[in-house]
């Protein structure tokens, strides 16, 4: 498992997204409020890519009528069928028991530790001054 | 294909109301003297035109009474010689398309109490169906109160076209009622005509009258679903009846797929669709519509998924087959006992396994 | 885990998306469902006359399901769209020629893509002369918009179908010009569509070699069934079988494949797999009830197997594999047509949508082979 280097911080605000490739697959990077999730961005119905999602919440419901919603901005819906990804955990919310999306461990790195390595940055010169988003993969 | 059908449940029979005079024996004197003070004929339904093929077959037409009018002549066509266990009558006489709502509940009580003493009362093996005016579901439910406490009615039936779709709302005392009595949905090809047969209106044929039943259980299946009936009455279990079986699967896919992307249009649905047929919905098996030669009977049953699916039904005096031949050939022994008997038990809780086997 | 395995069917060799694949050896994808859209109202304004512009303006589309907007169920997402078809210069999903290419033509290897208009396009209205106004109107823009600029994407002609007398003229206009492919008619018609009132369409697309599309949708003032009005939109969705079945239906009893024996139909965006259980239960009803339909020769199921074309989306999709392989066998895989619903959410692509274990011959087939031979090309 390699590290990667894969945006610097300041590029994906809170709310934002960035498709990035990582040996040679589409990951997606999001960040709600500050935290950082990479997600496989092939939707594993069939093969969208998820970086083109709208961001919503989580609608949940104990019967007919009730719509208790949550975690706005936390849920992605694939761009073409509309399946929903939790993106904190890759659950699928219309099959949760069959269906998962991949999940990468993501840190944020200040550039003073990268520059010692190692790590995977092809596209990047890394600056110690900044901030940079580590994809595990 | 003969075959043994000692102690099967027939779970799809239709006993005939002969005439008006019959019904009126059980009317309150304000309705009966109504029926002879206003002319009222009947309310037979075009949905099966007395003398159209499909409606009697043509071996079931002879007689007087014909077999379908009295309980022996059923006895003597099907029950006797077969060795049924049990049978469910599925008293088709049209309340559904009376407009006056009181009027439809006075006739759905005398057809309940036509069923009672001329077919329950006078053969152990029957059990029937309780007909509700569902155009007003409080007086539905004061129909179910008033035969439930009989054992030997164990559904609640329908007719699957109707003003709006059995999974709204306004229906949904009739379902509390039945689930606390433990009396199962039945819902039956025909209609009250309130809205045309199609989509696109009303077609020329009768032929296409009698096809598009099933699009109407399409329909009934994606509203049951969705509305949420089965998260809200978790034991309630719906039957659809002489739904023609086949077309139940291409449906559900496309349900499931639909549901899939638009989840959180109905929250409450938080499993797939195909999860809550398998368990509360459940078709009778004539007809079946499959073709005479060609394809597999084992893949078509493949699709459903489940052996516990289909119930055994004649549709007696429907002309769905020749001879004995009321399963599709091909289904093996162990899949047709459960067909046959098991399914049938399951679907129904009022039957309570006290049958004859 | 996953449903279907996008990439790893037979007919992966195949695909547009694949490495090493070129223009030269990757199959031409022949698509039966495109829907082009105007960047505006405007855009229609030169094909109308004062008169029907002022009329558009004043009083819109009055469709027989009381809605300005159309559907009174409200879509999945904005105008039914895939996320990622929004044009970046503006405008609606399917109104970038630019994009559509980009996106779409070329990145499947779409060879020919058949435009099917839906929206306020004329069709259903309540207003007849209306109808037929806005109808010529959009076949018209069809041309100049798409189908002139573009020679992968062949025009539709839509008519006003509940106006037999002015849908063939339609046709007679436009019936010789080779940028049309086929003629656009929508499933929820306000009759049955194979009354008569509708077989002056039949007779006129059958004199130009056109097949008839029949795309779900449409406004008959009628519930989708007989069993009245649904509530969500996941029901009127998954009910547009239904409303294919009905069609196929009226055709078959109401005699028009005797009637017009070259006649070749369409049916579109409603999936497939309830096209074989019908083609049964037809054939059991003609069995026991042919004396009142004295005008069938044959059973059901042979006309529809000889008259009767399925577009494969929405895609059925299944938990087992197989059966809906069992269900393309049993119709009949020369009566399958791929079509992408580009730019719909419920998209299909030719590379991913069909199931696992699909022989290649078979994508091929359903794919390229069998449009070439139905839409006149
Ligand atoms: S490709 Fe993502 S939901 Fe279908």
Redesign the interface.
């Known amino acids: 498992m390699a590290r990667h280097v894969v945006a610097r911080a300041s590029e994906i605000p809170p709310g934002a997204r960035k498709l990035v490739q990582v040996n040679g697959r589409g990951v997606v990077v999001f960040n709600i409020k500050g935290e950082f999730f990479a997600l496989s961005d092939q939707c594993?119905?069939?093969?969208?890519?998820l970086s083109?999602?709208?961001l919503t919440g989580l609608v949940e419901s104990g019967e007919p009528g009730a719509y208790n919603y949550s975690r706005a901005g936390e849920i992605v819906?694939c761009?073409?069928?509309?399946w929903e990804f939790d993106i904190r955990t890759g659950r699928s919310y219309c099959?949760p028991r069959?269906?998962?999306l991949m999940q990468f461990n993501v840190t944020v790195e200040p550039g003073a530790n990268l520059v010692e390595g190692p790590y995977v940055a092809e596209t990047f010169k890394v600056a110690v001054e900044d901030n940079y988003v580590v994809v595990e993969a | 294909m003969s075959g043994d059908w000692v102690g099967a449940i027939d779970c799809d029979m239709h006993p005939r109301v002969p005439n008006i005079a019959a019904l009126r024996a059980h009317m309150s004197e304000y309705w009966s003297d109504t029926v002879e003070l206003r002319g009222i004929e009947g309310f037979d339904t075009i949905a099966y035109p007395a003398n159209?093929?499909?409606t009697v077959r043509p071996d079931w037409r002879e007689g007087k009474p014909r077999p379908d009018e009295h309980a022996a002549g059923y006895a003597k066509a099907m029950l006797d010689p077969h060795k049924f266990g049990l049978a469910i009558c599925n008293c088709l006489y049209a309340v559904q398309i009376i407009r006056d709502e009181y009027m439809a509940a006075a006739f759905a009580t005398a057809v309940n109490a036509w069923v009672k003493t001329e077919w329950l009362d006078k053969d152990a093996r029957l059990r029937a169906s309780i007909v509700v005016p569902a155009q007003n579901p409080e007086l539905a439910v004061e129909e179910i109160e008033r035969w439930a406490p009989d054992s030997r009615f164990v559904q609640i039936l329908f007719l699957?076209?109707?003003?709006?779709?059995?999974?709204?709302s306004r229906f949904w005392p009739i379902y509390r009622a039945a689930e606390k009595h433990g009396l199962t949905i039945g819902i039956h090809a025909g209609?009250n005509?309130?809205?045309?047969?199609?989509?696109?209106?009303?077609?020329?044929?009768?032929?296409?009258d009698?096809?598009?039943?099933?699009?109407?259980?399409?329909?009934?299946l994606?509203?049951l679903i969705?509305?949420g009936v089965f998260v809200k009455f978790p034991k309630l279990k719906a039957v659809l009846i002489e739904s023609?079986v086949?077309?139940i699967?291409?449906?559900l896919?496309?349900?499931?797929?639909?549901?899939r992307?638009?989840r959180n249009?109905?929250p409450w649905i938080d499993r797939?669709p195909?999860e809550f047929v398998r368990d509360h919905i459940r078709l009778t098996i004539q007809?079946f519509?499959?073709?005479?030669a060609g394809?597999e009977i084992s893949?078509l049953m493949?699709?459903m998924?489940s052996d516990e699916m289909l119930l055994f039904a004649s549709d007696f005096p429907h002309?769905q087959f020749d001879g004995d031949a009321m399963l599709p050939a091909g289904i093996d022994a162990s899949l047709r006992k459960k067909i046959l008997i098991d399914n049938p038990l399951a679907a129904y809780p009022r039957l309570g396994g006290r049958h004859a086997t | 885990?996953?449903?279907?395995a996008?990439?790893t069917t037979d007919a992966e060799t195949l695909d547009a998306h694949a490495p090493g694949v070129t223009k030269s050896n990757r199959l031409a994808v022949i698509d039966g469902d495109i829907h082009p859209a105007w960047r505006k109202p405007e855009d229609l304004k030169p094909y109308l006359s004062k008169y029907w512009w002022d009329h558009l303006q004043t009083y819109g589309s009055r469709r027989k399901n009381g809605s300005v907007y159309g559907e009174p169920y409200p879509k999945?997402?904005p105008l039914a769209c895939?996320?990622?078809a929004w044009p970046e210069e503006g405008g609606r999903p399917g109104s970038s020629l630019a994009l559509m290419q980009k996106q779409y033509l070329d990145a499947c290897g779409v060879e020919v893509g058949i435009l099917g208009p839906l929206g306020a396009t004329g069709q259903g209205d309540f207003n007849l002369d209306f109808s037929a106004a806005m109808c010529r109107a959009v076949n018209e823009w069809q041309l100049d918009t798409f189908a002139r600029p573009e020679k992968r994407l062949k025009a539709s002609i839509v008519v006003p179908y509940e106006d037999g007398a002015a849908s063939a003229a339609e046709i007679e206009r436009c019936g010789a010009d080779p940028h049309f492919a086929q003629v656009f008619v929508l499933?929820?018609?306000?009759?049955?569509?194979g009354?008569r009132r509708y077989w002056p369409i039949f007779a006129a697309a059958e004199r130009y070699g056109l097949p008839v599309g029949f795309h779900v949708f449409?406004t008959?003032?009628?519930?989708?069934?007989?069993?009245?009005?649904?509530?969500?939109?996941?029901?009127e969705?998954?009910?547009h079988?239904?409303?294919c079945?009905?069609?196929v239906?009226?055709l078959v009893?109401?005699g028009v494949f005797e009637r017009f024996p070259k006649l070749k139909v369409v049916m579109v965006e409603g999936?497939f797999?309830?096209l074989?259980?019908?083609?049964?239960?037809?054939?059991?009803?003609?069995e026991?009830?042919h004396?009142?339909?004295p005008h069938l020769k044959r059973r059901p199921?042979e006309y529809i197997r000889e008259h009767v074309y399925v577009t494969t989306q929405?895609m059925?999709?299944?938990?087992?594999r197989g059966?809906?392989l069992?269900?393309m066998e049993?119709i009949g895989w020369d009566r399958l047509l791929f079509a992408s619903d580009y730019p719909h959410?419920?998209?299909?692509?030719p590379f991913?949508?069909f199931p696992v274990g699909l022989k290649a011959e078979r994508h091929r087939q359903i794919c390229a082979e069998n449009g070439r031979s139905v839409y006149r090309l």
């Not at chain 1, 761009?79 to 509309?82: C, K, N, S, V």
């Not at chain 3, 885990?1 to 279907?4: I, T």
């Not at chain 3, 499933?187 to 569509?193: L, V």
């Open positions: 594993p119905h069939k093969g969208a890519s083109g999602g709208k819906r761009p073409w069928h509309g099959d069959r269906m998962r | 159209a093929p499909l699957v076209g109707g003003e709006q779709p059995l999974g709204q209609s005509y309130l809205h045309a047969v199609t989509g696109s209106g009303w077609p020329s044929y009768y032929l296409e009698y096809a598009a039943q099933s699009l109407a259980f399409h329909t009934q994606g509203s969705s509305e023609g086949t077309w699967a291409p449906y896919w496309r349900l499931t797929k639909f549901w992307g638009v249009e109905v797939s195909l007809p519509d499959a073709p005479a394809v893949r493949d699709l998924q002309w | 885990m996953q449903l279907d996008p990439f999945s997402a895939r996320r990622d499933t929820r018609s306000s009759e049955p569509i009354s449409g008959s003032g009628h519930p989708v069934s007989g069993a009245g009005w649904p509530s969500y939109y996941v029901e969705g998954a009910g079988s239904t409303s079945q009905t069609a239906t009226s009893i109401e999936g797999a309830w074989a259980p019908l083609a049964w239960r037809l054939d059991k009803l003609h026991r009830m004396g009142e339909v199921s929405p059925e999709e299944s938990d087992v059966q809906v069992d269900l049993w959410w419920d998209f299909d692509d991913r949508a």
